[in-house]
């Protein structure tokens, strides 16, 4: 189906799908499968502020999170301040790695960091890993 559509000039270069909060490759990397990412990369090209890593570490997909660095996604994006999420999921803008340690996905922290995943990073309010894994002010 999603070949289909692609073929067919559905687009997916926009910030986000219709009545969905993320962005159509970031929904791909927490539901989809890599043969699903893999149509999508090769239309769009870039995964640069998708959230699609972040999305597939907080889902714990290991798969997924293995095919987007093989891919070339950035295991230390931190989405910019302006992002379009900052308004509604403003505490899930860190990187990756925070996402992973937040869910407690412990084979996904592990693939990030030997994959130089950065460890010092803070998310775009300040926040540290050891804040992101305590659940930083959002009461967890």
């Known amino acids: 189906m999603v070949k289909f559509l692609l073929e067919n000039g559905a687009e997916i270069n926009t910030d ?3 009545s969905y909060m ?19 990369l090769a239309r ?9 890593l972040h999305r597939a570490a907080a889902a714990g ?3 997924m999170v293995q095919y987007l660095v ?3 996604a950035d295991v230390n994006e931190v989405p910019p301040d302006n992002h379009i999420l900052t308004w ?7 990187p ?8 407690r996905h412990l084979p996904v922290v592990k693939y990030l960091l ?19 894994a305590r659940g930083g002010d959002r009461g967890e």
């Not at 769009?44 to 699609?52: D, I, Y």
């Open 114 to 132: 030997d994959h130089g995943a950065d460890a010092t990073l803070c998310d775009i309010d300040g926040r540290d890993l050891v804040e992101s």
């Open 16 to 18: 986000r799908m219709m």
């Open 96 to 103: 990756p790695l925070h996402f992973a340690v937040r869910r």
């Open 61 to 63: 997909r290991l798969d």
């Open 22 to 40: 993320y962005p159509t490759l970031a929904v791909a990397a927490y539901f989809g499968s890599t043969e699903i990412m893999g149509l999508l």
């Open 70 to 72: 093989d891919h070339g």
């Open 44 to 52: 769009c090209k870039t995964t640069a502020n998708s959230l699609a």
């Open 88 to 94: 509604s999921v403003r505490d899930e803008l860190g």
